[in-house]
């Protein structure tokens, strides 16, 4: 039996399990996929014990993302944007890393049948999603915007970018109005009580493609508002979804189950 794992702190609410061990099912491959929280400081000793039990690959989430680029050779994506999510282990050898957050948001525009280059696009937040977000949809080529309530935050991720990209504070979410697309990448809606949403929506039109990162509530009031305005939605599930089926063609070397892993995730996240 071949294991897979996520590393991360917290880990236990994780929707990965579910997701990765429908698509083992599917292809029958006699796999399990377990979660581990290790500390920063043991974080070294947890990759190289998986490493040396002969584990096929671990996904990494928050806090490990950017540490673990010690202990990896990661590929250009990855260290490109300073953050690893997957990790695919070779008999004993260094490590390789990814980062299949950049890959999920690609195809997730893809799965929609939407072309991102030469678009216009404005990513709203600058944490660890709106730095994925911003780089795919910037190597898909998009002109990409950076807004976010901490200005600084921004600037690093469009100076890290490099070329066209630009950023601003929140005042500079109008630029939506003349964009094509609009991924929102902060927090905001998580909080179903209070159905925030970050963006006004008199900035939404019917010229967009809104995708939420934000994946519970999986209808957020930005994804209501949005179809209200006669724009294009994708739900933060279909970034989730992605980012777990390009680690599995990674980890396997085969097509993932995409129609499996969606309805196991989505059942999940119905139960949540
Ligand atoms: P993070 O690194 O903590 O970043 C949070 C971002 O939200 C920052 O840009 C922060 O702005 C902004 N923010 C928080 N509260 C705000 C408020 N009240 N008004 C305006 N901006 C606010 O978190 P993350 O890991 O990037 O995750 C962000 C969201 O994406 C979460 O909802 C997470 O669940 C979701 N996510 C989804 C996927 C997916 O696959 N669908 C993957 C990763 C994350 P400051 O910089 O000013 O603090």
Do not use: C
């Not at 581990?36 to 400081?41: G, Q």
């Not at 990513?123 to 002109?143: E, I, M, S, Y």
């Not at 209070?194 to 509530?217: C, F, K, R």
Request: hydrophobic share 40%; charged share 20%.
């Amino acid at each position: 039996m071949d294991i897979y794992g996520l590393i991360g702190n917290p880990v236990e609410h994780s929707l990965s399990p579910p997701m990765h061990e429908a698509a083992y099912d599917a292809r029958g491959i006699d796999a399990r996929y377990v979660t581990f929280e290790p500390t920063k400081d043991t974080l070294e000793t947890a990759i190289n014990g998986a490493n040396a039990l002969d584990i096929a690959g671990i996904n990494v989430t928050i806090p490990f993302k950017q540490d673990v680029l010690n202990h990896i050779i990661p590929d250009d994506i990855a260290r490109e944007v300073g953050a690893v999510n997957t990790i695919k282990f070779h008999d004993g050898e260094t490590p390789r890393g990814y980062n299949t957050d950049v890959a999920g948001v690609k195809r997730a525009f893809q799965h929609h049948n939407i072309s991102i280059d030469g678009y216009d696009a404005v990513v709203v937040g600058a944490g660890g999603a709106g730095r994925a977000a911003a780089f795919a949809l910037a190597d898909a080529g998009a002109h990409v915007h950076i807004a976010n309530r901490t200005v600084e935050r921004a600037e690093t991720i469009a100076t890290d970018i490099g070329g066209q990209a630009t950023a601003g504070g929140l005042d500079t979410r109008d630029e939506i109005s003349d964009a094509d697309i609009l991924l929102n990448a902060t927090s905001v809606g998580m909080d179903p009580d209070s159905d925030q949403t970050p963006v006004p929506q008199s900035y939404l039109h019917d010229g967009l493609v809104v995708l939420d990162a934000v994946y519970t509530p999986i209808e957020t009031r930005l994804l209501r508002e949005a179809t209200a305005a006669g724009a294009t939605t994708i739900d933060g599930a279909w970034m989730l979804l992605y980012q777990g089926v390009v680690a599995f063609e990674i980890w396997t070397e085969q097509d993932a189950p995409i129609q499996q892993m969606n309805a196991a995730l989505r059942a999940e996240l119905e139960d949540a």
